[in-house]
Nanobody, 116 residues
Framework: EVQLVESGGGLVQPGESLRLSCEAS????????MSWVRQAPGKGLEWVSSIARLGLMTSYADSVKGRFTISRDNTKNTLYLQMNNLKPEDTAVYYCATTRSGYRDRGQGTQVTVSS
């Protein structure tokens, strides 16, 4: 059974940074392309970023490009999202997910709130 546990969210002011983590278990993490997706209040699920299984290829939504960095540590079965220069429009619940599941296999999420 795929288990994904996100952490690292919180309340920050615009321009500040956060680092999200996602601990994976129940599958071979190093064999899986992984993604971060988010859901803002009243909106649908939005893709944020993806990383290939060995971490050699990454991709980002235009809205976060240049501010967010996705990475992974396959020795720790952990996915990360470094978020810099946060904006109020980044406020959402952030989920890590397996890309191959179409993001259906995802964790419980971690809340990120950007507000002054």
């Amino acid at each position: 059974e795929v288990q994904l546990v996100e952490s690292g969210g919180g309340l920050v002011q615009p321009g500040e940074s956060l680092r999200l983590s996602c601990e994976a278990s129940g599958f071979t993490f190093s064999d899986a392309d992984m993604s971060w997706v988010r859901q803002a209040p009243g909106k649908g699920l939005e893709w944020v970023s993806s990383i290939a299984r060995l971490g050699l290829m990454t991709s980002y939504a235009d809205s976060v490009k240049g501010r967010f960095t996705i990475s992974r540590d396959n020795t720790k079965n952990t996915l990360y999202l470094q978020m810099n220069n946060l904006k109020p429009e980044d406020t959402a619940v952030y989920y890590c997910a397996t890309t191959r599941s179409g993001y259906r296999d995802r964790g419980q999420g971690t809340q990120v709130t950007v507000s002054s």
